[in-house]
């Protein structure tokens, strides 16, 4: 059965609750692309988008053939019409819009990621998704860091400044993947950063509060994320034990010790094993085991440094039960840093709309710092800002939600900025 | 596309094969179960199948339900007809057909196990059915323990036997899930084995070579097989990773302290994790893990002592990082031994057919030990014979093939000794 | 062989190396604790000292009785006189010495730790205590901490005051034991602080240059001390191996998993197995084993946190493997802070003596904290200081050595600040 | 105090009970030795001992220096002359001792283990050798295993034989360190089995009842022991961790993983880390930690292949945490069976004393092996007999006890094989 989808972005609210009650993993964003394609067209951006600006072949951190193609077809039965599907299938589920002003000024981009989470929403009736009737319609995936309220307020501020009227050029990047830290760097291979003079990475909420708004984020930390796979052997579990190799003891073993990984003194780290699965069965020795795991530091030689270590204890853990590992690094962030120009022009656009914190910590890592590097290196300046936002969980929870009270002031906030050009 | 699927079973390598070709994993045997009931009803043997010998609700072994509709869309696509899908679906795949011969005489009871492994085939061209052109087309399900030979086996002599000319009455039990030890006991509990006399179970290979016939099995080992679902509690692991209930730290001790039990003096015992699934993604704490291991021992004592302490060693591991744990029990076989007489009618009727080994180990578990041991209870005799069979892989290894030039002779062994009714 | 040993203190340098040579572990420092006292006693001051100030009776960090008796006749054989090691045996190594003023004024009291390491100290000839030939001469243990300088600056300031020319009055604290935090809660329980007005502790090095003072630590981190006796079977590893309860492997368990133990987001966490002694010989299962580890955290709720679920690891891993485990905690320290008041004066006295540092992160742990904390909760007031020094190796490395310039430096400066008496 | 010390040795229940009370580890039987060697002098057999038959000098398993050192000073503690002090010193406590016959004959070696072990003997007043004073004086310490009760069936033997009316000669061979299979190979490599004939080796109990002999024991299983020292990187656990390299976590890991080693289809396994000591203090980084371990089969094949896997898992482990190991044999064992030969003239000689069992299961290991293996591959013959002896606890635990009034008809066996000269 399919039914029409809205194409109308002016509601933040609704395009928001439509969002979340569609989530999309990472790669997969094609309804949610094809929205934003659709309306940024609409509302008169100059459009780019699939492989035109996202070659997602090869990518370590892209989902299976099989995971792709479901993707697409439920996009389809949810309405995206078949061209679009096609579009942005295979992974390729970035746009990028630009909008050139009335005036001459700088080239502004601003980031807004796209992808939810492989988390299974809470059902309570008090949870508000539920009791308003938008909680996510696809089981086991959920919007539970925001992305859906980022990419509302990227729709409504393209309405609102299809005005044209301020200065230089806007761009808005949507971007695919930022769980697993692992859409942006396509992006910046891409070019999307090449001429641009400012880049801005927005986030919901991270422990600020409702009426607060943070212009530059600190404790935006480094991090990597790797994928290793164990190739034992199978065997008989009781009639040849002996003759397995036991890719599951390697793994777990590597948990383990992962996990036990040194704190270093002066910096903040951070190491999980998030995701392990091994063997087929009990009554065999499992053959093969894999494990995602990602590590963390707000120094980019500590994030070397405990990448290398970790790295050094799959390897051990291979060798101690004969089986071999194929490691690969499937996302990464680096560490950054706000600029104090970016940060001046982001705390004047905020007067009366909010208080403004000079700084509020992240705590966490997103691959939006690798846009920031980009620009930054070419010359530009960048930003990441934090609009407080109250809510029922913690990020990456079940009980996670937006208060959506706040979507239209960040939206005035960037629009006052982009207005303003006082990078 | 559907297609006819054949019925006659005379052709006893060719019934192998194309069992061989369609593999079902446990109390998913819809085809094979379908095939067995429509060739011995049109053999003229009263059947009874499905939920009239079986019932699947609420067995802890059981599939979920959607691996039970997807076996049962398969199996309608490769054309069995909807009634017998019906029939067989929800995991009640068990087929009973007795005959009653032209003679007084016992009620003899062969267990034929019908189910695959969830093992993905070799694909090399030496290996045999590569080579003759019948190897799964079911992927990562694979016939690696013979279980295709033995329906065969059972089919062929089901063919032979409709001539009546036997004493007594032969009951013929096709039995799901024999892999993870859960078939044998819902058979039990249908009453089956109530007023049975004789009750055989064969096994083709484990280690007896083409040309012997072992009439009585030696370690026949106890075993239990358990899946332990870890509840912990899911966080971001940069933001709050101590809020952060780790499931997968769990298992993973609990993998590492199960394989570390110790061996036991005068017992052989096995033990093994063969399963492992947890956590979503690398930035999350992992929220929930499940793991699936067996126990066994070639005493019973031994056995339950070790199962014990792997129950202890789970919820320890449980308890040590606040995580609950759920363990359930998801198949069972005990230590059984073959009675004289039946060894000795086995021996007497394997004369001229093959070399009679007194004794084979199995060094095995095989729930046909239930089916035995409810016949010995109430006053019967049973025996679990095994026919050598060359191959060139293990047992539950991707290599693993029977020697097709074995099946009519076993088909003969079974005949005569049914004939002769001299247990 | 017994030699005088050295009485005179005014020579700072010298003074610290004799305690160099001569390292002293926490509890067995009756040389140390002789000289002071007799030193104290020469310039005369009110010197109150062993089971007087300091009950060692049942203290859980106290070492083996064979330690201490040990200790004892080494001290003998150095040459302290008889009934000084009885005075300072079974543990009671503190000495406290009061001094008062020519005027009215505070009581001060500074503290001064005398124990040294369990490490052995390097014999690289470029090791400044083996070319100058004051290396330590007591095997595996060494003064890697400074607490050698400490001694040596509380006896020469101690000299200096002997003037009286000073408000109030002094109180000097000799305390044993701080390695592990086991010494100051004793002081505390016997009423050293009761009415005493100002508390300093000084520290020389931790990562701050020569040259400089530190008037204010920051991180003085909360810490507790655990030992973790596990008690199971032993059994002959062949004959019976299924007999043992094997204290090793739950041992061994709860050190991979207290290492394991998640960072804490916000707070600065550490945890260490620094210890383990298990098991007799290869061919028996692990009847005993013993495991020492500390919890640190830079505030005390996290602290409390970290401590308790370190406990629910060791009991589980004892659960695991069903052997008793017994937990004592050893010793224990809180997270302090510099008063202002204390501050200022401490940065008024360094004038012309060194750059004044307003803060210095100790990033450690040291039990002044609980002297500084019962001064502070009855109306006084506290500090931590720290005197820059240079060396060519971190604290508790074998390679450790102290700036001996800044001794005398270090000397004046606390001389000035009591003189002063503007707290 | 100087006590004389017993010479005489035709009471064997009371020399069993003086070794019992005065039990010494492998390597240190110096009291033992010393009145082995007194004791056939004085019956005037043809002795050489200490460095004469056995070279200590640099064996792996050998204690240290200061161990050794404790061990001669205790012994003249007790009683030992100091000639023979000095005789048996440095570890070299073998004594070989030849008696030539009346008539021509097979020169026959007979083999007596002299340890104890490392085991603190209970202290229960139901404990026999608490009950009749003959308990171990030297804590921590125990024959445990029968031992005593070896070495007194040695000397009556020798005593018995001094009439020399026996065919051929006889050579006692009284082996240091059979614990931990470190002495028989040095004893092989001086020559002592050189020109034997018949090897016989005996032991007391595993599980046979008294009054039952059996002259072939089976399950005498290959054995290797090994050390494995982790040296890794001290650090302060507060200010550095992350500067350290933690050899606990490297010796914890192997520990988990070596008992985790797989079980062997087709043959019985046993691995044991049966002691680990690493680390000095909570808040020091183990910088070092040394393990022993070892492995056991009944094929010579499999303890191979296992040795070298737990070699794996050791360097593996080191790898892991980046710390070095240095990885010892320290003792080792191979598989032994009698000749039929040898357990015919056994059986024969028990006519009258005791019931004749064919086999018994040791099911464990003894170097007696090694001394087995050189009389066989030179042409000769060898046996490995069990004399029944019940009591209150399994060998090598604290409750262990051998029945004495099985010694003597020990010893009368003994000496009628002797004197029947039928190999």
Redesign the interface.
């Known amino acids: 059965m399919t039914r029409p989808w809205p194409r109308d972005v002016t509601d933040v609210v609704a395009v928001r609750r439509d969002l979340h009650a569609h989530p999309e993993l990472g790669f997969t964003e094609i309804r949610t692309a094809a929205r934003v394609d659709t309306a940024l067209r609409d509302l008169g951006w100059d459009v780019r988008s699939g492989r035109e600006v996202f070659d997602a072949t090869g990518l370590p951190g892209l989902p299976e053939a099989a995971v792709l193609e479901h993707a697409a077809g439920r996009a389809a039965a949810e309405g995206v019409p078949e061209d679009l599907v096609t579009r942005f299938s295979g992974g390729c589920t970035a746009v990028v819009a630009d909008l050139r002003g009335d005036r001459p000024g700088p080239r502004v981009a601003l980031r807004f990621d796209m992808d939810a989470?492989?988390?299974t929403e809470a059902s309570a009736g008090d949870h508000p998704p539920i009791r308003r009737g938008f909680a996510s319609r696809h089981p086991g995936v959920m919007h539970a860091c925001g992305h859906d309220g980022h990419v509302a307020i990227g729709l409504a501020l393209a309405a609102a400044l299809s005005t044209r009227d301020f200065p230089g050029t806007v761009r808005l990047l949507f971007q695919p993947a930022e769980?697993?830290v692992r859409g942006a760097q396509p992006m910046v291979a891409a070019g999307v950063c090449a001429d641009v003079d400012v880049l801005l990475a927005v986030h919901l909420g991270?422990?600020l509060p409702s009426g607060r708004f943070a212009p530059a984020a600190t404790e935006l930390?480094a991090?990597s994320?790797?994928l290793a796979r164990f190739t034992g052997r199978?065997?008989?579990?009781?009639?040849?034990?002996?003759?397995?190799r036991?890719a599951?003891?390697a793994?777990?073993?590597a948990?383990?010790?992962l996990?036990?990984l040194?704190?270093?003194?002066?910096a903040?780290?951070?190491?999980?094993?998030?995701?392990?699965?091994?063997?087929?069965?009990?009554?065999?020795?499992?053959g093969e085991?894999e494990l995602?795991?990602?590590t963390?530091a707000d120094s980019a030689g500590v994030a070397d440094?405990l990448a290398r270590?970790a790295e050094?204890?799959v390897?051990?853990?291979a060798?101690?039960?004969?089986v071999d590992v194929e490691l690969t690094r499937?996302g990464h962030a680096t560490a950054a840093t706000t600029d104090p120009a970016v940060a001046a022009a982001l705390a004047s656009a905020a007067e009366g709309l909010a208080e403004v914190r000079a700084t509020h910590p992240l705590?966490?890592?997103d691959d939006a710092s690798l846009l920031m590097r980009a620009v930054q290196e070419s010359g530009g300046v960048a930003g990441y800002a934090i609009v407080g936002s109250d809510g029922p969980g913690?990020?990456?929870?079940?009980r996670f939600d937006v208060d959506e009270e706040v979507l239209p002031v960040a939206v005035a906030w960037l629009e006052r900025a982009v207005r303003g050009g006082q990078w």
Request: glycine share 10%; charged share 20%; aromatic share 4%.
């Open positions: 989470l492989p988390i769980e697993g991270f422990g930390i991090t994320k790797h199978e065997a008989h579990a009781a009639k040849a034990p002996e003759q397995g036991n599951l003891l793994a777990a073993t948990t383990l010790n996990h036990a040194p704190r270093f003194a002066g903040t780290t951070r190491i999980n094993v998030g995701r392990l699965r091994g063997g087929v069965a009990a009554n065999v020795i499992a085991a995602a795991y990602e963390r440094e270590r050094i204890v390897r051990a853990a060798a101690m039960h004969e499937t705590g966490a890592s913690p990020p990456h929870s079940p």
